[in-house]
């Protein structure tokens, strides 16, 4: 076993475990008590009463005798916590505040016993909510010492919020979003009275809108629920600590030689502000995308250590409403990765499912992907053998699947905890061997999408024909299924040897597409590879014949030029559906194009056309108008690799890799783009709609792997669209001249 192997097996089987002496006693804690003077570091921000957090030495021992082993780990972790305050300034006071709020809050887990020893001198954690700021309101709590970890995403004029709750949340009657504007404004609280809920968009927050937010879990009496600690375990970061990076301090810090510090800047002025920084208005750079569009903290999303119960209070999370881009991208870990696959849940959560050292090992992310950094705190082994994953998620019984090849057949399993752990079940489906010994048939692809009842539906290959089966979330698997495609005899004009299936679903109306890539017959005795789709719904409970996505209305169908890796998505708000795949384009340099197909709901056809290609010219008959830069000017430039998404508010995005040829036979400079799609947008020649809104997005400057050989490359990446306003993709890194090497790591991006 290698050593990346031995360092994947401990990562994903160990558990975390210590061990030490009884604990604190009254003296180590009444020690640490006289040396932390709590007036020490407020400077002029507010007025603390001078001395000592717990009283003199006299009064500590003696109360701290009365209280028991675990208060008295409680009443140290305190101390150490306001220890590590940093001296108080005025620019930095809302963001002291809550810090030693979420100190002081730790006290809410001791005793009565413990408590009522200390009365009079302990802080009242039920009371501390100003802090000694008059009218400061509720601060969050960005040093982690909390039980809640907040995501917010914007758009052009919509904030979405996703949390996450990092302790047992029992005792919460409904979540309290806070908004502060650039002038220290608070809106008014956005109320979720669904304690079960984890994600909520405002959809018409209005262009250029700055907002500082946060969340509290409510209890009922309008104060901080706690959680229960044996939730949690690994340690947070505690206020004032050192900082390695950006991402060990708040949205309003910069890391400056070890310290989490406030930069102020000049709004509008000239750039002083950090790479990943902008300058807000408020005259303080704060952590970014590039376009501030979406803004990562990375202060606080983290499991706490067990036994101290902690508040519902989030860390803060800065947002600003404006024209969509792409985050930084995030390596999923410090392993090489290949084959990803990917299901966006909301705005925090997200899966990625890879192969990796032989096995298939998932990414679970509650941090919009922060923490894919870290392998040991977001993998989890899939399994240990098969290949090919494909992944879905149902939001409706709040279950992942995963199917993937194993053997000769096909396996399906399910996580109930967005793919953090897969339990103990499986499902693989075999067939039989033949009765003279022989091997028999193959399953040898398989594709699942959610389905109706929490469920989910896949299909798979298997030898010259295609099969459906439905999934349900106790992973109940049809045996048989349903036939969804049998080859034809390899005659003129006959359809068989089906591969690569993709399927796209909409379970409210009972929607089914799978579009795949088969050979054709032509006359002479030759064939080709084409594309092509079937379809079933609520009235048509049998699958269609296929129906080639080359259709242009003019038999023969289909086309001359090869075609294959066909993906399709259905637009939930139109219920239409729409398919793209790689084809390669007439001449000598064998160059490669993405090329779209509609469904035309009425006639249940696909048609295309040749402005349905993402390198359409303008009129000029030489730009190429989704990629309007000069480096893709008179360059020969090829595409390939199309994933379609689409959002529940019908936004619909088709990623793709696209690279320039380089000279001297070093291959192409493949880079991962995204361009969004509108059944309403005009076709360049405006005669009809259904087109790109342009101009593609590229997603990561990091060049991706290039699967050279010959005929049309294979789709290598991963795109999937969440619950909420965003995108997510993966694709492998690439070395070598030309990226012809498959020995990087997987990446992740998301936009916004």
């Known amino acids: 076993m290698t050593t990346t192997s031995r360092w994947f097996t401990a990562a994903l089987l160990a558990v975390a475990s210590a061990c030490g002496p009884a604990g604190p006693t009254s003296a180590q804690v009444c020690d640490k008590n006289s040396q932390v003077d709590q007036s020490a570091k407020v400077g002029d921000c507010t007025r603390i009463p001078p001395g000592n957090l717990f009283g003199d030495e006299d009064r500590c021992r003696i109360s701290a005798e009365r209280c028991s082993v675990q208060d008295r780990t409680l009443l140290l972790d305190v101390l150490t916590c306001a220890e590590k305050l940093p001296v108080c300034s005025e620019p930095s006071k809302e963001a002291w505040v809550g810090a030693r709020t979420g100190c002081v809050m730790r006290l809410s887990g001791i005793s009565s016993a413990c408590r009522d020893a200390f009365v009079g001198v302990l802080p009242d954690p039920s009371g501390i909510f100003d802090a000694g700021v008059p009218d400061a309101g509720p601060q969050p709590i960005n040093d982690g010492g909390n039980a809640l970890s907040l995501v917010v995403v914007a758009d052009e004029g919509s904030f979405a919020f996703a949390w996450t709750t990092l302790q047992g949340a029992n005792a919460v009657t409904n979540w309290a979003l806070i908004g502060i504007s650039d002038a220290g404004v608070r809106d008014q609280p956005i109320f979720v009275t669904m304690p079960s809920r984890r994600d909520f968009i405002v959809s018409d927050a209005g262009a250029n809108e700055y907002r500082r937010w946060f969340m509290i879990g409510e209890d009922g009496t309008s104060r901080a629920a706690f959680g229960t600690p044996d939730a949690g375990s690994a340690s947070g970061m505690d206020a004032g600590s050192m900082c390695m990076g950006p991402l060990d301090c708040s949205t309003d810090r910069v890391c400056d030689l070890g310290q989490c510090k406030v930069q102020t800047c000049q709004p509008g002025g000239p750039i002083t502000c950090p790479n990943a920084y902008q300058c807000f208005p408020n005259g303080t750079c704060n952590r970014t995308a590039f376009d501030a569009g979406t803004v990562f903290d990375a202060g606080s999303g983290m499991m706490m250590a067990s036994g101290v119960p902690l508040p519902f209070i989030s860390n803060d999370f800065i947002a600003l409403t404006k024209p969509i881009a792409p985050a930084p991208q995030v390596y999923l870990g410090g392993f090489p990765g290949r084959r990803p696959d990917i299901a966006a849940i909301d705005s925090a959560r997200t899966f990625v499912a890879l192969e990796q050292e032989g096995q298939l090992i998932g990414h ?101 024909t295609m099969v459906t089966r439905n999934v349900t979330p106790g992973l109940d698997v049809e045996d048989a299924g349903q036939l969804a495609f049998t080859s034809s005899a390899p005659d ?248 012809e090497l498959e020995g990087g790591r997987s990446i992740y991006v998301t936009i916004p």
Not at 587 to 609: F, V
């Open 492 to 739: 003129a004009g006959n359809v068989y040897s089906p591969l690569r299936p993709s399927i796209a679903t909409l379970p409210a109306d009972s929607q089914v597409h799978i579009v795949f890539t088969a050979t054709r017959t032509l006359s002479g005795g030759l064939s080709d590879a084409e594309t092509y789709g079937i379809y079933r719904d609520g009235m048509v409970g049998t699958f269609t014949p296929p129906i080639a996505l080359t259709f242009t209305g003019v038999p023969p169908f289909g086309n001359p030029l090869p075609q294959d890796y066909a993906t399709v998505t259905i637009d939930p708000k139109t219920k239409r559906a729409i398919a793209a795949y790689t084809t390669l384009l007439p001449g000598a340099e064998g160059l490669s194009s993405i090329q779209l197909s509609l469904w035309n709901p009425t006639s249940r056809i696909w048609a295309t056309g040749s402005d349905l290609s993402v390198f359409t010219l303008d009129v000029d008959n030489q730009t190429k108008i989704l990629f309007p830069g000069p480096e893709f000017q008179g360059r020969l430039v090829d595409a390939f690799s199309p994933v379609f998404a689409a959002l529940p508010n019908g936004k619909v995005w088709l990623s793709m890799l696209v690279g320039v040829r380089q000279g001297g036979g070093a291959g192409n400079d493949f880079k991962f783009w995204a361009v969004p799609f509108d059944f309403e947008e005009p076709t360049p020649a405006g005669n009809v709609r259904g087109w790109f809104k342009r101009p593609a997005r590229k997603l990561s400057d990091s060049r991706a792997w290039d699967p050279r050989g010959g005929g049309i490359r294979p789709t290598v990446t991963a795109f999937s669209a969440d619950s909420q306003i965003s995108f997510s993709g993966a694709f492998t890194e690439g070395f070598g001249t030309g990226g």
């Open 364 to 464: 679970a992310s509650f941090r919009r992907g922060l923490d894919f950094l870290d392998d040991s705190a977001t993998s989890s082994s899939i399994d240990t053998v098969g290949s090919r994953a494909r992944v879905a998620y149902n939001h409706e019984s709040k279950t992942l699947y995963a199917c993937y090849i194993v053997g000769r057949g096909v396996r399906v399993r399910r996580s109930l905890d967005e793919g953090r752990t897969w339990g103990e079940g499986a499902v693989t489906i075999e067939p039989p061997a033949l009765d003279d010994g022989g091997l028999g048939s193959v399953i040898s692809e398989c594709d699942i999408a959610a389905w109706r009842q929490g469920g989910a539906i896949m299909v798979t290959v298997e030898d010259n």
